[in-house]
């Protein structure tokens, strides 16, 4: 097939999956862990002129995608479930109005315990979201409290159950390596978040931000002894209970994987808009990633016009080559060798010396057709990746 065709680079046979990605920025409070882009609510949310900015955004991104169906939708943030739900409606009609969505496209909506109201999720599943992703974290009100969030325990568990009630597709967030955590309180997040029933669970583990409350005044942390303990006790109790531990920090019931997400670990293409909001697209300049203007201020200024871009960069030979490898290693199962070419253009020996220390290193094992970090590499996939890095 001549790429040029479909205006595409060399070696690059057809355009990856597409998905889109929507950044909401307020939240009620900046939580102290938080580096995300997101924004203190101090005299409400501009909603209108805000989702008029994103309209200007998508519609001037089109001529970029002509003819590509999106796969997945997510509107994340901040919490965009301080969006209205008419804001809701009117953000979805938007996107179908611009952009064919495949049939049972995943769309999803991350939302606050906080901000969790059974009518409003009523209104969210009949606009169109299918999926809800919600910041739970933990059910400890002692460990809510020291992570700076707004809603407790029992808001918690009451959110899920709103939310499982109305969505067949639910996410729930935890983390772990709380300041003043022990193994025996995660031990008893696992078993609420179990009992639970959601269909997909995310566990990260608290990492110190830089520019982040925590990184000026740092809480006291579990070690990594006991981080380990508790990263492998998390690992056990979900494959007991039938969770599929696909992604490095995500488990799933079989079925409820996140396609989204999946997308960028199988370095995807995906639209980005929104204030902060980062995209990645393939061309025939070659894969190109942009961000947006991070404050909504400015972002609300500038949409629509050349303005609102804040940095866009060219992948080179040897950023493909990492940051292939950077997404498609956090994956458990590893990629299909010929994905790396169908995304890239490459071949195998734009990887080869890292491939081959990492070989040797047993932190990957490969056959004839695929790639995967071993439970070694798993543990420390940072230093695996390191290898890729020229």
């Given at each position: 097939m001549n790429t040029h065709v479909l205006g595409l680079p060399d070696g690059i046979p057809r355009p990856p999956p597409l998905s889109l990605y929507v950044h909401f920025p307020w939240c009620v409070r900046k939580c102290p862990y938080c580096d995300f882009n997101s924004h203190a609510v101090r005299d409400g949310i501009p909603e209108p002129a805000y989702l008029d900015a994103l309209t200007r955004d998508l519609e001037s991104m089109l001529p970029l995608v002509w003819g590509r169906s999106?796969?997945?939708?997510?509107?994340?943030?901040?919490?965009?479930?301080?969006?209205?739900?008419?804001?809701?409606?009117?953000?979805?009609?938007?996107?179908?109005?611009?952009?064919?969505?495949?049939?049972?496209?995943?769309?999803?909506?991350?939302?606050?315990p906080g901000t969790v109201e059974a009518g409003r999720f009523k209104a969210y599943r009949e606009a169109g979201i299918n999926r809800i992703?919600?910041?739970?974290?933990?059910?400890?009100?002692?460990?809510?409290?020291?992570?700076?969030?707004?809603h407790d325990g029992t808001e918690a568990r009451?959110?899920?159950?709103?939310?499982?009630?109305?969505?067949?597709?639910?996410?729930?967030?935890?983390?772990?390596?709380?300041?003043?955590?022990?193994?025996?309180?995660?031990?008893?997040?696992?078993?609420?978040?179990?009992?639970?029933?959601?269909?997909?669970?995310?566990?990260?583990?608290?990492?110190?931000?830089?520019?982040?409350?925590?990184?000026?005044?740092?809480p006291s942390l579990p070690d990594d002894e006991l981080s380990l303990a508790m990263q492998e006790h998390l690992e056990a109790t979900l494959a007991e209970a039938g969770y599929r531990h696909y992604e490095t920090s995500a488990h799933a019931r079989p079925g409820q994987a996140s396609r989204h997400n999946l997308n960028y670990w199988q370095f995807g293409d995906y639209l980005g808009i929104g204030a902060g909001a980062h995209g990645k697209l393939t061309g025939a300049g070659g894969v190109v990633r942009q961000s947006r203007q991070r404050h909504p201020r400015a972002y609300m200024d500038q949409a629509g016009t050349p303005g609102i871009v804040a940095e866009e960069r060219?992948?080179?030979?040897?950023?493909?080559?990492?940051?292939?490898?950077?997404?498609?290693?956090r994956l458990n199962d590893g990629f299909d060798l010929a994905l790396f070419q169908e995304r890239t253009g490459l071949t195998l020996q734009a990887i080869d010396r890292g491939l081959g220390q990492a070989l040797a290193?047993?932190?990957?094992?490969?056959?004839?057709?695929?790639?995967?970090?071993?439970?070694?590499?798993?543990?420390?996939?940072?230093?695996?990746?390191?290898?890729?890095?020229?």
């Open positions: 999106v796969e997945t939708v997510f509107i994340g943030g901040g919490t965009p479930s301080l969006m209205s739900e008419a804001g809701v409606d009117r953000l979805l009609s938007l996107i179908r109005a611009c952009l064919p969505l495949r049939p049972g496209a995943e769309i999803t909506l991350e939302a606050n992703s919600l910041g739970i974290q933990s059910f400890n009100d002692a460990h809510l409290r020291a992570l700076g969030r707004i009451r959110s899920a159950e709103i939310a499982l009630s109305l969505f067949d597709r639910v996410n729930l967030d935890l983390m772990y390596a709380l300041p003043g955590q022990s193994l025996a309180h995660l031990a008893e997040d696992v078993a609420a978040a179990l009992a639970l029933g959601p269909g997909h669970l995310s566990c990260y583990h608290l990492t110190v931000e830089p520019n982040t409350p925590f990184a000026s005044a740092p060219r992948l080179g030979r040897a950023d493909l080559a990492f940051e292939f490898m950077m997404n498609a290693l290193k047993g932190l990957v094992e490969r056959d004839l057709h695929r790639l995967r970090p071993t439970h070694l590499g798993r543990r420390f996939l940072n230093d695996l990746l390191e290898l890729f890095l020229e």
